[in-house]
């Protein structure tokens, strides 16, 4: 990690762990005027569509072979239906901070995913984090040891999202680079929106949306800043910085979320969870920090909405 970072390097960063830590709030202000799913779907095909247009807008030419067009399915599946469903799920049985923390345990995810399809080698300082940060998460998902209460089905929701966000984020690290990135996301993101729109169906949530002015702008907010603009940020720092240092400010979006859920919806923590949340942000650090050797393998990567 051995490279300095400049200081537009390091505000965009912090730029991008707001935005990511925005949504759970955002998503909480919204969840009464919408059914989760379909409102999951909005944001995502709200999102693709902006994406899309900028490509069009821009003169990017579209020429994707029809296996590069199944690996955009399979990423719209896992990164934007499995990753947006947990989270709209989750978000309405728990608070916005401790969902947040949840959420971001996906890099715990992805280092193992990592391990298994790219053989990264894992240093004793990551697995030393592997395991503290599934200490904390598994602290975290069994609030009071309630196996059946909302809360815990909530954390369930959450992690299966991050488990899902993971795995789009292996398989976007191994396909980034190849494609206009405008053209790239914006089709999994509407690919990954009908996968929410047939699981809203599916689940017979029903149609029904009050557009109430909190829901329009915490919709807007949710597509545009924290999806389509965090999407051409990260991108954008990708090509000026190496992955490992820039993956250093993960911790931040975690801590945003908390301080954002005290503040804005007065949430509360029991002595649990706040011991759950420790672990889990020590065993982040720990993760975030520890240095890769990765055999023959890009040094690209994407991260959670």
């Not at 949504?23 to 919408?34: E, Q």
């Not at 929106?193 to 047939?198: D, E, K, M, P, Q």
Request: positive net charge; contains cysteine; charged residues 10%.
């Amino acid at each position: 990690m051995g490279q300095s970072l400049s200081m537009r390097t390091v505000a965009g960063m912090v730029l991008i762990a707001f935005l990511w830590a925005i949504c759970f709030p955002f998503i909480v202000v919204g969840l009464p005027d919408a059914p989760p799913l379909l409102f999951a779907a909005l944001r995502a095909i709200s999102a693709g569509f902006c994406l899309i247009l900028i490509a069009v807008g821009k003169g990017k030419r579209i020429s994707f072979s029809p296996r590069k067009f199944l690996m955009l399915t399979v990423i719209g599946f896992s990164y934007t239906g499995m990753g947006l469903g947990g989270m709209f799920l989750g978000a309405g049985k728990l608070g916005p901070g401790l969902a947040t923390v949840l959420a971001n345990a996906q890099p715990l995810f992805a280092a193992v995913l990592g391990l298994f399809i790219f053989r990264e080698l894992v240093t004793g300082r990551m697995f030393a984090g592997l395991i503290v940060g599934f200490i904390g998460v598994v602290v975290l998902a069994t609030p009071e040891m309630e196996f059946g209460n909302a809360r815990f089905t909530g954390a369930v929701y959450v992690l299966v999202g991050a488990i899902g966000t993971a795995f789009g984020n292996v398989l976007l690290k191994y396909q980034a680079g190849s494609d206009d990135i405008y053209w790239a996301m914006g089709i999994q993101l509407v690919i990954g929106s009908a996968f929410l729109g047939i699981a809203s169906v599916g689940l017979g949530e029903g149609m029904e949306i009050d557009w109430t002015w909190s829901f329009s702008a915490a919709l807007f907010v949710l597509a545009i800043p924290a999806t389509a603009l965090m999407v051409v940020l990260w991108y954008a720092l990708l090509a000026s910085a190496p992955l490992n240092s820039l993956n250093s400010f993960t911790f931040l979006t975690p801590v945003f979320g908390l301080v954002m859920g005290i503040l804005l919806v007065g949430e509360t923590f029991s002595f649990v969870e706040v011991i759950g949340i420790g672990i889990t942000v020590i065993g982040l650090v720990i993760i975030v920090k520890a240095p890769r050797r990765t055999p023959a393998t890009p040094n690209v990567g994407f991260r959670r909405m």
